[in-house]
């Protein structure tokens, strides 16, 4: 990926990106998240073990995407680069968590999950496989998927 390439394809000019995003990864961090809500914004269906799968069927479907390959490679890059370590984790992962923090603060004010668990762990265990099965290749990254791992995970975290 290079600015060059970024211009030719959004058929903005080089100076017009540099306007807007001080180099390649944010632009492509912002792109990512962009195409990340579209498929895993927050649904708030009353229901946590619901919300969960619905984010984590998007998040899934992103991840098998081509630019959910693309966004692998920035993921391995972000472990070299400290700016796209920041930019990757401050604009992101931040916003992708808060989604978690969402559906987990409802469902624990439901009494749907235990308020004894730290909610950031709780998280990782929701979403820590799909980013797994995403870097390494290890297991399928579907909608059944995705059922499964909500449902083994919520079978510790659920009151």
Not at 125 to 145: C, E, K, N, W
Request: proline content about 4%.
């Amino acid at each position: 990926m290079t600015t060059e390439l970024i211009a030719a394809r959004s058929g903005a000019s080089k100076a017009t990106i540099y306007k807007w995003w001080p180099n390649k990864y944010t632009v492509a961090v912002e792109a990512f998240l962009s195409q990340m809500l579209a498929e895993a914004a927050d649904p708030d269906t009353g229901s946590a073990r619901e919300d969960f799968c619905v984010v984590l069927r998007g998040l899934m479907h992103f991840y098998t995407t081509p630019s959910g390959r693309l966004f692998a490679q920035l993921v391995g890059e972000a472990q070299f680069d400290p700016l796209v370590h920041d930019e990757l984790r401050d604009v992101l992962i931040h916003s992708r968590r808060r989604v978690g923090r969402a559906i987990w603060d409802r469902g624990v004010a439901r009494g749907e999950l235990r308020a004894d668990v730290d909610p950031e762990i709780a998280i990782d265990i929701v979403f820590g496989p799909a980013m797994y099965r995403l870097l390494t290749g290890s297991g399928a990254l579907d909608a059944s998927a995705a059922e499964a791992i909500v449902t083994t995970a919520l079978s510790g975290l659920s009151v």
